[in-house]
Each structure stands twice: as structure tokens, then as C-alpha cells.
């Protein structure tokens, strides 16, 4: 025993040169006995989106062009017609937000270290579109950090946890990850998001559909929308979804901890004016 303290005054006493005490309080907080956070998943919010008129033009040439067989130019001609120009594919975007309220009874701060996350659209149909994404945090000091995960992201072990391997069949582009937010307004990053000591947050966290990714799943839509749009008229653009995923947390002696969320259902619908971020 003596030894064993022996050796971790010298390894403490070896970092205070180095600078610091952040590097004491890491160490610190990796011996203290960890307390289990709780997650509450709170739901999904559709927080950016193109008008409805927007998705039928949009959409109006190709949909169709599958389901009634129009050919270009009269696709063209009828869709410009009754909706306007085709919008750009940078106003397409589908965006939705999931919020989570962590609390952490633990008196050290504990990271959100890696969030899986997969949705699927139109889950009750047969052709069902399904996206996931691993989110990988990064440290305050990593400089442009993207959230990609390495080869051992994501990964857990027990029947009721989600592992990335769950979701081998998901679309590879449907769905992706545009960062984390901790205060209102704040604009969304890869940070690692920290929960402090003795306390409570909302993370929210932000995913987003292309265009060409969510065609894709407008097909289900489609046998309903051609008619409408052949007529001029504006489909509602109800997207139903099913959500589900997992949270990967460190917290100390108790090292890193998966809590899944899901599966949760809803709808997205589109509405008559964008959504702006």
C-alpha cells in the first residue's frame, strides 16, 4: 500500500512541473467513486426547413417524371408553372434537433464523449429509409474538429445498448451530424459537450437531411404527391420518423458508460413558411 501511494506522489509530483492543475484534477477525479448520470431524452424538433411551395418545386420534375413518366421539358414547363423556379440545393436542407437533460450527481464534471444516433423515415412503409451517425467529441484544444469517430467509436457490449454495428444498413449520407449546443443561440460545434458537478443541462443536438438524401425517402410520398402536383397543388410533406441511438459518458472510476435513448416515433411536417436556423 505504501508503495502504491509512494508511486502516485511521484507521478503528481512529476506533472506539476508540467503545468498543471487541470492535469491534478484528472487524475484526482479518475480515483474518486463515480455515481451513474441519468438522460432523459426529450424529443425531436424540426428547426430548419424549406416552405412547402419550396419541396414541390423542388421535387415536382422528378417525382413526375417516376411516377407519371413526364419527360423534361413538359416536367419543366409544368412544375416552373404552377410553383416557380427550382430552389438551390443549399435551401433544401431538413434539419431537426434532439434535446437530452443530463444531470450529473457526481461532484466532478463529467463529457459527453460519443452520441449514436439513427432515424429512421417512413418506418411503417416497406421501403423504409434508414441514416445513423457516430458522433466522436473533441477536447477544447483540438482546432477544427469534425466529430468523425475512429474505428472503436460507438461500441458497446449488452443486448439493450445500440452499437454503430446495429445500423450496418443504413444509407450511407442520409443523415448528418452538424454539432452539439449547450445555451440557446449558441452555434453548433464538435466541442465536447461537460456536465458540471452537482448539476443539470440540455444538450441539443443537431442532424440534417440533404435534398438528394431525402428524395430518397419522398418516394414514399411520391404515388400521393404526383396528382397533386399535376394539379398545382402543394402537398403537405409529412415526414413520419423513429428515432433511437446511445450516449456514451466518462465518468470516473466508473470509466465509460453507455445510456441508449429510443425508440421514440413522430412527424415532421412541413411547413407553409421555412424554417430559418
Known amino acids: 500500500m505504501r508503495a502504491r501511494l509512494g508511486l502516485t506522489g ?16 484528472q487524475a484526482s477525479m479518475l480515483n474518486q467513486p ?14 430548419e426547413a424549406p416552405s412547402r411551395a419550396m419541396m414541390a418545386a423542388y421535387y415536382c420534375p422528378q417525382i ?17 408553372g404552377f410553383f416557380g423556379p427550382k430552389p438551390a440545393p443549399d435551401q433544401m436542407h431538413v434539419s431537426f434537433e434532439l434535446a437530452f437533460v443530463v444531470n450529473n450527481p457526481n461532484n466532478f464534471p463529467i463529457p459527453m464523449a460519443e452520441l449514436l444516433t439513427a432515424v429512421t423515415v417512413f418506418p411503417a412503409a416497406t421501403n423504409q429509409s434508414l441514416g445513423a451517425v457516430c458522433i466522436k467529441f473533441c477536447d477544447a484544444s483540438v482546432p477544427n474538429c469534425t466529430g468523425a469517430p475512429d474505428p472503436t467509436s460507438c461500441k458497446a457490449s449488452g443486448a439493450d445498448i445500440h452499437n454503430l454495428d446495429d445500423f450496418k444498413a443504413a444509407a450511407a449520407g442520409l443523415l448528418v451530424s452538424t454539432g452539439v449546443t449547450l445555451l440557446a443561440g449558441q452555434q453548433p460545434s464538435f466541442q465536447m459537450p461537460q456536465v458540471l458537478s452537482g448539476s443539470e443541462i440540455v444538450i441539443k443536438t443537431r442532424f440534417s437531411f440533404g435534398p438528394e438524401a431525402l428524395l430518397t425517402a419522398l418516394v414514399q410520398l411520391a404515388s400521393q404527391a404526383a396528382g397533386q402536383l399535376q394539379n398545382g397543388n402543394t402537398p403537405e410533406f409529412k415526414i413520419p420518423y423513429r428515432l433511437e441511438g446511445t450516449a456514451w459518458f466518462d465518468v470516473g472510476s466508473l470509466g465509460r458508460i453507455a445510456l441508449a435513448f429510443g425508440p421514440s416515433t413522430g412527424v415532421w411536417e412541413i411547413p407553409q413558411s421555412a424554417l430559418v436556423p
Open 64 to 80: 413526375l417524371a417516376d411516377q407519371l413518366g413526364f419527360v423534361p421539358p413538359l416536367n419543366d414547363l409544368t412544375c416552373n
Open 34 to 47: 463515480g455515481q451513474m448520470p441519468t438522460v432523459v431524452y426529450q424529443g425531436a424538433v424540426l428547426v
Open 10 to 25: 511521484l507521478v503528481l509530483a512529476l506533472m506539476l512541473p508540467l503545468g498543471s492543475c487541470e492535469l491534478l484534477q
